[in-house]
């Protein structure tokens, strides 16, 4: 046996229940009667509290590839500045302004690659790992033929 309520909605639900309703071809009653269950539902808290883990650790693991890819860049760009500072020799003073000239012409060489290579969409993060997954599958297979 059913009992019969009689409730207002606002116009804006009332008309988002009624295209819902429309878009799955069932009474507009039912829709309500599943949702009030479903909230109402005991087990309801507990599956709200599994989506927002499901969320969440996915949000972790994108933070963690992040951290990894940060890492990556500060650890290439560190080992880049050793070793310019290293082998670099200081220019004397007669040859500074060629040298700076030559350097903006560089650098600008560069932000243009690095543009093209931003624009195919690979970068250097996923380059290493696929070279250090090629040589340690390479290392595998030689360790295996030995």
């Given at each position: 046996m059913r009992t019969k309520h009689t409730f207002r909605l606002p116009p804006d639900l009332a008309g988002k229940l009624a295209n819902y309703a429309a878009r799955k071809h069932v009474p507009q009653a039912l829709v309500v009667e599943t949702a009030l269950a479903s909230h109402l539902?005991?087990?309801g808290a507990d599956r709200l509290e599994a989506a927002l883990a499901r969320r969440l650790d996915r949000m972790t693991r994108q933070l963690d590839r992040f951290e990894r890819h940060v890492t990556i860049s500060n650890e290439a760009l560190a080992l880049f500045?050793?070793?310019w500072l290293t082998s670099t020799p200081p220019?004397?003073?007669?040859a500074?302004?060629?040298a700076q000239a030559k350097g903006k012409e560089r650098y600008d060489g560069f932000v243009e690659a690095l543009g093209r290579r931003l624009a195919r969409g690979r970068s250097?993060?996923?380059?290493?790992?696929?070279d250090i997954d090629a040589a340690q599958s390479t290392e595998a297979r030689e360790s295996q033929t030995s």
């Open positions: 539902s005991p087990d500045v050793r070793f220019l004397p003073d007669t500074q302004a060629a250097l993060a996923d380059e290493i790992v696929s």
